[in-house]
């Protein structure tokens, strides 16, 4: 299952979409970067990415190695990224805090997804 929306002023479509997410068995962070990088305008923009997950990649040789080598391409297309953290595990809090410290993002950790709007207004009106 692949949940993207395409980059977007519109908070309130955001907001929809997130609403949608469901889990799947397999996390590909480096491919969701990736196809990021591929998303976002090659002009100069505001590109950021908000990702929501627990952080734990599962998908690919070394998954984690793999993330931080897209993140720093990420970085490289002038993109931030930030961390909607759930109910993050040791190893899942540490990728996800590598992940913002290389490309200039935030961590949100959560355990309810309640505040998840809250959130999302907040990473947003940070840019």
Do not use: W
């Not at 799947?24 to 196809?35: A, K, L, P, V, Y």
């Amino acid at each position: 299952i692949i949940n993207e929306v395409h980059p977007t002023t519109n908070f309130l479509e955001l907001l929809k979409a997130l609403t949608t997410i469901k889990s799947s068995s397999e996390t590909n962070f480096s491919g969701m970067i990736e196809r990021a990088i591929q998303l976002f305008p090659a002009f100069p923009a505001t590109k950021h990415l908000l990702i929501l997950s627990d952080a734990l990649p599962t998908f690919g040789e070394n998954p984690i190695q793999e993330t931080l080598t897209a993140c720093e391409k990420a970085l490289l297309a002038g993109i931030t990224i930030s961390v909607i953290g759930i109910d993050l595990d040791k190893q899942g809090k540490q990728l996800a805090e590598n992940i913002v410290q290389i490309t200039n993002g935030k961590l949100y950790a959560v355990k309810n997804l309640e505040e998840l709007d809250q959130i999302v207004l907040q990473d947003y009106y940070s840019l």
